[in-house]
């Protein structure tokens, strides 16, 4: 049996593309032969599909699809930025998106999902194939849906890079019975300006109670620090708490369109106009990669460590003075 080093993982990581630890278990099931190591990852091309699990995904598209008064937006994710350009990506970014209309926004329901076409299978399965054709880990991250019984829900790609795919992807859903033309043009506006100001809720009370404890904190701290008595910080704090509901939820935004009129009262104000009233039931903001933590690898350690095999430890003891 051949010996297995770190340097043999390394090549045959090189060699086939696969994941460290499938190479190391490669090599191991072939007594450290290269070459039946090759065919035996060949022979195991989902489990080096899944195995690309490891490595972050941050990249990709966003996809919405809206279909009468439904709608639904997904993210999917890819190793690079290269990959959101291969239309093979993109057609299923937009497929996924259509069948979010019916199939939910659950993302295990909606890999669960029958694929439509070329011989049938699930969504999880057509995702897998591409993963192993196009070379690069990809994921269905997350998936949402708005439908409303009486109005409106448009989309908004910002910086489309197809039709209905992009960086950042807005639903907006808008309860009415009036004019859907003029519904429509609100709705794109609202999303617009949603997608520029990203708002955190819709209104100040719906913003999420760790992130308002979080700012009242820092608002404290800076207020303690003006030296005043401690009912005028109070009172200074509650002020910034107030500044940041407003600013932060989306109905007491400035709308980015005249930066002077609060987005409820757009929505009021074209109630008016349209002659039946308007009600801005929820919106959707998905930014690509938003909470995703891009991850930088040492290779050195990941080949040490799949080969069980140590790295040189720091030097110790106490470094020469600079100006020594």
């Not at 076409?117 to 057509?126: D, L, N, P, S």
């Not at 004019?179 to 794109?188: M, N, Q, T």
């Not at 910034?240 to 939820?249: G, L, M, Q, V």
């Amino acid at each position: 049996m051949a010996e297995i080093t770190a340097a043999t993982v390394k090549e045959l990581r090189e060699r086939t593309g696969a994941g460290m630890m499938d190479c190391k278990k490669a090599l191991g099931e072939t007594q450290g032969d290269m070459e039946a190591a090759i065919d035996w990852l060949r022979t195991k091309g989902l489990a080096a599909a899944a195995k690309k699990a490891g490595r972050t995904a941050a990249e990709g598209l966003v996809g919405v699809s809206v279909q009468g008064n439904r709608g639904a937006v997904v993210e999917v994710n890819s190793e690079t930025d290269f990959v959101a350009k291969n239309e093979t990506f993109q057609e299923f970014v937009r497929t996924v998106s259509q069948l979010a209309l019916v199939a939910s926004g659950n993302v295990e329901g909606l890999l669960a999902a029958g694929w439509p076409a070329g011989g049938g299978g699930t969504v999880q399965e057509k995702l897998t194939s591409n993963i192993a054709t196009i070379g690069e880990n990809q994921s269905l991250r997350r998936a949402a849906v708005l439908q409303v019984s009486e109005g409106v829900v448009v989309s908004y790609v910002h910086n489309a890079a197809a039709p209905g795919l992009g960086k950042i992807g807005v639903l907006v859903a808008l309860e009415s019975s009036g004019d859907k033309a003029a519904l429509e043009a609100l709705g794109r506006q609202l999303a617009m300006h949603i997608a520029a100001a990203n708002p955190q809720a819709l209104t100040g009370e719906e913003l999420d109670p760790s992130t308002i404890e979080r700012e009242r904190a820092i608002a404290t701290e800076k207020a303690n620090e003006s030296g005043k008595p401690a009912d005028i910080v109070a009172r200074m704090v509650d002020g910034a708490i107030a500044k940041f509901r407003k600013e932060n939820a989306l109905m007491s935004q400035l709308f980015v369109m005249d930066n002077k009129t609060k987005i409820e009262d757009v929505v009021a104000a074209e109630g008016k106009k349209i002659g039946a009233p308007i009600s801005l039931n929820a919106y959707v903001r998905f930014q690509l990669g938003e909470g995703i933590e891009k991850q930088t690898s040492d290779f050195a350690a990941e080949v040490a460590a799949a080969s069980g095999v140590k790295k040189n430890p720091e030097p110790t003891g106490s470094p020469e003075p600079a100006n020594a």
